[in-house]
């Protein structure tokens, strides 16, 4: 995931971009809805649609060990993404940059319908992930940047509650095709119509004028120290969840549920991500950024934790619900607290906290993949990535002082 700042109630807290004088007619709103859009496409489908379709591709050869090579290489693009766009000078083409990776992105997710080789998904992958992060970093200091420079930073929120239901429309797309021997085909080739679609639904939202946003450079020697125990802290989160986000489906086909029971939780997923940035948004704002984010850290260990011990559609389903509706919302957080210790170094911090959650989560799928293939269930390494999850919030404690 990413970044995100300017969510407090005054819309602009310390350390958030902002921009030069707006000279775009477009609403607010409407550019809030471009970066709904743009978080859908890239992160909601070219990221997380692989989640349902796992479970139809076994039948063509991808087993527990090659599932997780292939996510991992998504996970290898994103974190090149991520420092690709963390470098200095991109900030002038981020509308750009962001339009081309939307592109990329739902090239790469439509041409995976196109091969049966795991090499080729890899190297798709990898290319889906380096859109995605390029989309995340570029899309959300853009938006945000023009949203707190129109004095609506709140509406930050809608933006990224747009890879809630790019994952809550990954299940109805998925759902359907369920029964066919081709279906991840159809799923593939469906996602990637539908982020092209996107791409030109955001071209037009979002406008080309109102300068580059500021705040994309500073000066690194005013960061607080405190920085680097949130880039550790959003690292542990990157490898905390993406064991379950990306093998719950799999996991539901290792037991009694049906098919529909595995699109059903994976729909929570989506559904309960969708308001989470507003909701831990308003913890923060009443009980501070960084206990937020703890709290946060722990309600996802234990949904993580009861993935591991959970046998029906039920548990799952409490265990999606727990995942969807923090994940995103401590992306949040971790970015909007990274932006206010950043000393004025916005764009360039984003880079650096996408790129080490981009780490944590490019070696959590290839370790449960081994895993599961070593003992026959996912159980063992989604207690470790809870384990994990605790960790960082340990991490993150003594940042809760410079907030008392």
Known sequence: MGPCCGLR?????????????????????AIALGGF????????????????????????????????????????????????????????????LMLGALVASGVTTAAMAGTGSIWIWAALRFGGGVASAFVLVMASSLIVARLNAKGRGALAAVHFAGVGAGIAASALIAAPFVAGAEAWRQVWLTGGALSLGAAAAVALLVPGDGGAPRGAGGDARRRSPGIWRLVLAYAALGFGYVITATFIVAILRDGP????????????????????????????ARFGTVRAYQAAMLVEAAGVALSAVASGTVALALAAAALGGTFIGLTALGLQEAARRAGGDGRAVMGLMTAAFGLGQMIGPAVAGWMRDATGSYAGPSLIAAGVLVGGAMVAAPLARDET
């Open 9 to 29: 109630n005054s819309g602009k807290p310390p350390g958030a971009l902002t921009s030069g004088p707006m000279r775009s007619d477009k609403s607010p709103l």
């Open 37 to 96: 859009l743009a978080l859908a496409a890239a992160m909601g489908m070219g990221r997380f649609l692989y989640t349902p379709a796992l479970p139809m591709m076994a039948p063509a050869g991808l087993g527990p060990a090659e599932a997780g090579l292939v996510a991992s290489a998504n996970f290898a693009g994103y974190l090149a993404g991520a420092l690709a766009a963390s470098l200095p000078g991109l900030s002038a083409h981020a509308r750009g």
């Open 257 to 284: 549920s049906g098919r529909i029971g595995e699109m059903l939780v994976w729909l929570v997923v989506g559904l309960a991500a969708i308001p989470s940035v507003w909701f831990w948004s308003r913890i923060a």
